[in-house]
């Protein structure tokens, strides 16, 4: 079963830049589509941004331009780079992880807060 592992999350200044990685375990990653989502307070989780098995990456229209996501096979990471960040970035982030048969793995999240 695979298992996955948020860090980077912080606290940062509007503007400011972050890292996020999600190390996975439990089965090779490149079986899987992955993915990063964010829930805010009071908020639906939400697609941030993925990358499919063919390597297809999209985005929410929110942060086209200001985050990169990026996948390590070989090293069986994910990441996410996001710049300029603003307020409304704020939330939990977690890495996702999906199967060919559309079964859906979580990590435990990793809270990044935009503030001043």
């Known amino acids: 079963q695979l298992q996955l592992v948020e860090s980077g999350g912080g606290l940062v200044q509007p503007g400011g830049s972050l890292r996020l990685s999600c190390a996975v375990s439990g089965f090779s990653l490149d079986y899987y589509a992955v993915g990063w989502f964010r829930q805010a307070p009071g908020k639906q989780r939400e697609l941030v941004a993925s990358?499919?098995?063919?390597?297809?990456?999209n985005y929410a229209d929110s942060v086209k331009g200001r985050f990169t996501i990026s996948r390590e096979d070989v090293n069986n990471a994910v990441y996410l780079h996001m710049t300029t960040l603003k307020p409304e970035d704020t939330g939990v982030y977690y890495c996702?992880?999906?199967?060919?048969?559309?079964?859906?793995?979580w990590g435990q999240g990793t809270r990044v807060t935009v503030s001043a």
């Open positions: 990358i499919n098995r063919g390597g297809g990456i």
């Open positions: 996702n992880g999906r199967s060919q048969t559309n079964s859906d793995y």
